[in-house]
C-alpha cells in the first residue's frame, strides 16, 4: 500500500485530526458494507489453523479500552485529548473485525495471552510520550502483517478485513508521528541519536515477535516470514525518521 499521509504539526493539528476520525465512520460503513460476512471459509486446515491462531492475538491486543493512556492524556489540549479518545474507539473496532474474522472462520476469542499481557504491563508503566512511541513502534511493524492480509488473503473476507485495518493504521502511524514530533524536535542531536538507538532496539524485538507468533499466517498469505521482518523494520524506520523531522511515505513498504 502506497500513501504519503501527513496532517502538518500547527494549533489546530488535533482539531483536525478529530475532524478526520470524525468523517471516517462513513469510510467504515462503506467498506465493511462490501464484505460478504455470511460466505463460507472454506479454507485448507492448514490456513485455516494458522489465520484462527494470528487473529486470536491481534483481537486480543486491538481490544483495550485505553482507559491508563486517556488518563496519562489528561491536561493536554480538548482536541487532542477527544483524537486520542477516537482513535482508542477505532482500535476497538479493529478488534471486533478480528472476532468477525474468528466468527467466519468458526473459530473462538483468547482470554489471555503472553505477548498482550507483557505488551500492557510494559505501556501502563510509562508515561504518555513514552507510551505512544510504544503504539507507534507496534503500529508500525503490524503495518506489512495488515497489508498482506488486504493484498493477498486466503479469501475476500479476511482480505475485507485486512483492507479495513490497513486503511486505518496508515493514519494511525501519521497521527503518533503528529503526537511524538514535536517534543522529539527539542531534543539534541546526540539525545536524539540515543532515542532513536533505543526505540531501534524495542522495534526489532516487536518485528521479532509478530515474525514468530504470526509466521504461519504470513506464509499462508505468501510473504515468508523472512521477507516480512525486513519489510516491517522498513516500516518502522520510516515512521521514527518522519517522527523526527524527514518527510517519509508512510505505509509504503
Known amino acids: 500500500m502506497t500513501s504519503s499521509v501527513s496532517i502538518a ?6 482539531e483536525r485530526w478529530v475532524d478526520h476520525f470524525a468523517a471516517n465512520r462513513a469510510r467504515h460503513s462503506a467498506i465493511e458494507a462490501r ?9 485448507p486446515e492448514h490456513a485455516r489453523e494458522a489465520l484462527v491462531r494470528s487473529f486470536q492475538r491481534f483481537e486480543l491486543g486491538e481490544g483495550g479500552d485505553g482507559v491508563h493512556l486517556l488518563r496519562k492524556a489528561r491536561g493536554r489540549g480538548a482536541f487532542q485529548q477527544e483524537a486520542l479518545r477516537m482513535l482508542v474507539a477505532e482500535e476497538q473496532q479493529h478488534s ?46 503490524a503495518m506489512p502483517y495488515f497489508v498482506v492480509l488486504a493484498r493477498s488473503g486466503p479469501n475476500e473476507v479476511i482480505r475485507g478485513i485486512g483492507t479495513r485495518i490497513a486503511l486505518d493504521e496508515e493514519h494511525h502511524l501519521a497521527f503518533q508521528i503528529d503526537q511524538l514530533k514535536q517534543g522529539l524536535a527539542s531534543l539534541s542531536i546526540p539525545v536524539r541519536s540515543l532515542v532513536f538507538a533505543a526505540w531501534w532496539c524495542v522495534a526489532v ?34 515512521a521514527a525518521a518522519a517522527t523526527f523531522g524527514r518527510e517519509e511515505r508512510i505505509g509504503d513498504n
Open 9 to 14: 504539526i500547527g494549533d489546530n493539528v488535533f
Open 35 to 43: 464484505i460478504d460476512w455470511n460466505a463460507t471459509a472454506d479454507l
Open 96 to 141: 471486533r473485525l478480528f472476532r468477525r474474522g474468528l466468527q467466519h472462520m468458526d473459530a473462538h476469542t483468547l482470554v489471555s495471552h503472553w505477548s498482550d499481557r507483557i505488551f500492557t504491563r510494559l505501556r501502563r508503566s510509562l508515561g504518555l510520550r513514552t507510551e505512544l512511541a510504544l503504539f507507534l513502534t507496534a503500529e508500525a511493524v
Open 205 to 238: 524485538g516487536a518485528a521479532t515477535v509478530v515474525a514468530i507468533d504470526h509466521g504461519p499466517a504470513l506464509r499462508v498469505c505468501g510473504m515468508p516470514v523472512r521477507a516480512y521482518w525486513g519489510v516491517a523494520l522498513r516500516s518502522f524506520r520510516r
